[in-house]
């Protein structure tokens, strides 16, 4: 095996390692999102497609698919706690992310999202 094929091999799982790590990102579980949902100053934001929503969703979540995120991300504001949650945890992961990048400071991700809550 090259020396290039191992260099190049290492830079694509050194690139799926960071894709999947929080990085800067707060984590909590859905037990902590229960606690949580009794503040007003929480706002949940669901990024599951329009379909998975509907066919079920925690009361007072706001869904803002993914894809869409960007076009609508002025719904959202900058002075409350924001919850992000998905069906496993990835597309809100991603979403948090996007939110940080866009000078959003009081991010959570929930970790297991839907396919955790009980």
């Known amino acids: 095996?090259?020396?290039?094929?191992?260099?190049?091999?290492?830079?694509?799982?050194?690139y799926v390692i960071k894709q999947m790590s929080p990085g800067n990102i707060r984590q909590i579980t859905t037990e902590e999102l229960k606690a949580k949902l009794r503040n007003k100053d929480l706002r949940l934001v669901d990024v599951r497609t329009e379909g998975?929503?509907?066919n079920h969703s925690i009361r007072g979540a706001i869904n803002i698919p993914l894809h869409t995120l960007s076009?609508?991300?002025?719904?959202?504001?900058?002075?409350?706690?924001?919850?992000?949650?998905c069906q496993s945890g990835m597309r809100s992961l991603k979403a948090s992310?996007?939110?940080?990048?866009?000078q959003f400071t009081n991010v959570v991700n929930v970790r297991g999202g839907m396919n955790s809550w009980k």
């Open 97 to 102: 992310k996007q939110l940080k990048k866009n």
């Open 1 to 14: 095996m090259s020396i290039v094929v191992i260099l190049i091999f290492a830079i694509v799982i050194m």
């Open 52 to 54: 998975e929503f509907s």
């Open 71 to 85: 076009n609508r991300i002025d719904e959202l504001e900058h002075d409350k706690e924001i919850a992000v949650i």
